[in-house]
């Protein structure tokens, strides 16, 4: 059963802190997706690759955020250093095309205190 | 700007009907989403519409019109398991995904 594979699941740290949150894709999908979903924002892109390729990392915070895909089979997503606003969860998803169905992680949830 | 507009919150009867509205104001199109997200889980997708219509999927169904810019995902036989958030999401000129912040349905027995 196909799915997306995220760690960690839960993270709780203190600002300042580095974060790395990592990303199992679907094997054979080109499309990784890093999201952020908060009860005000709703689903933020961060980050999208297609092809292991950044195309689009406007979402992302610069000075702090950075996302790579070193290989088809990991995507990941760090923080340094974190602060109490980036507290959310954190989706990956991925897809097989461009334009199509996404497949969702189960999320990080992160805790920045 | 680019824009989805959906409900806050709804609520429904279990057994009865409910439709959910979504309208948008995007930078081109190339179709429009609807996901349903679980408290606590990750979004799961329900539909893709990319012409004018109505296309059914068992209880759910969804809506287009590109004139008008709106859509709407119609859940019938509402059952207990269909209280979540259901979330619009429109493809834009260069493909990117832009999100509603979900409409979140509550059923009542």
């Known amino acids: 059963d196909a799915r997306v594979t995220q760690t960690p699941r839960h993270k709780v740290t203190e600002m300042g802190q580095e974060v790395t949150m990592r990303c199992q894709p679907i094997?054979?999908?080109?499309?990784v997706f890093w999201y952020r979903q908060t009860m005000m924002q709703g689903l933020e892109l961060l980050a999208y690759f297609r092809n292991r390729a950044p195309l689009d990392d406007s979402g992302m915070p610069k000075d702090r955020f950075s996302a790579e895909m070193p290989d088809a089979t990991l995507a990941t997503l760090k923080i340094q250093p974190s602060e109490p606003r980036d507290s959310a969860v954190y989706f990956c998803a991925s897809g097989p095309r461009v334009l199509g169905e996404l497949f969702f992680g189960e999320g990080s949830r992160l805790t920045v205190l | 700007g680019q824009n989805i507009d959906q409900p806050t919150e709804m609520t429904a009867t279990e057994g009865a009907i409910v439709q959910i509205n979504c309208t948008y104001q995007?930078?081109?199109?190339?179709?429009l989403f609807w996901y349903q997200q679980h408290a606590g889980e990750a979004p799961t997708f329900l539909s893709y519409?990319?012409l004018d219509g109505l296309e059914e999927k068992g209880r759910f169904s969804s809506f287009l019109s590109r004139s008008k810019g709106y859509s709407y995902l119609l859940l019938k036989e509402l059952q207990m398991k269909d209280s979540a958030s259901y979330l619009c999401?429109?493809?834009?000129?260069?493909?990117?995904?832009?999100w509603g912040a979900g409409t979140k349905l509550i059923i009542k027995p």
């Open positions: 094997l054979g999908h080109n499309t």
């Open positions: 999401a429109v493809a834009d000129s260069n493909y990117q995904l832009i």
């Open positions: 995007t930078s081109g199109f190339n179709g």
């Open positions: 519409n990319v």
